[in-house]
């Protein structure tokens, strides 16, 4: 059953904007740390962005600068903000979830269905 609901993905111009959403459902309540993650065809899943259980931010190298990630209280969620969106942007995006955050091999909790960004 769906974990976490992601909103938001479409296609846009190089150098436009993007916000994606992810709510939270019953299932993942407690969790702390959340992220999202991207990946393209034929590519491995790649973590772009996360925040901590103080709100601590970290990004990929490729998208700093570009990219925010900020709390959405009222759902309980994540937003992800793009900003200078560049063709090799485009992936399915994947919204996650931990009770704690996720190191070296560690996974997240819980997972999103992805929802599609294309940079064209």
């Known amino acids: 059953h769906v974990q976490l609901v992601e909103s938001g993905g479409g296609s846009v111009q190089a150098g436009g904007s993007l916000t994606l959403s992810c709510a939270a459902t019953?299932?993942?309540?407690?969790?702390?740390?959340m992220g999202w993650f991207r990946q393209a065809p034929g590519k491995e899943r790649d973590e772009v962005a996360r925040?901590?259980?103080?709100?601590?931010?970290t990004y990929a190298d490729s998208v700093k600068g570009r990219f925010t990630i900020s709390r959405d209280n009222g759902k309980k969620g994540v937003l992800l903000q793009m900003n200078g969106l560049k063709p090799e942007d485009t992936a399915m995006y994947y919204c996650?979830?931990?009770?704690?955050?996720?190191?070296?091999?560690?996974?997240?909790?819980?997972w999103g269905q992805g929802t599609q960004v294309t940079v064209s």
């Open positions: 925040i901590d259980q103080i709100d601590t931010t």
């Open positions: 996650a979830a931990g009770f704690v955050c996720w190191y070296g091999e560690a996974e997240p909790n819980y």
């Open positions: 019953k299932a993942t309540y407690g969790t702390s740390c």
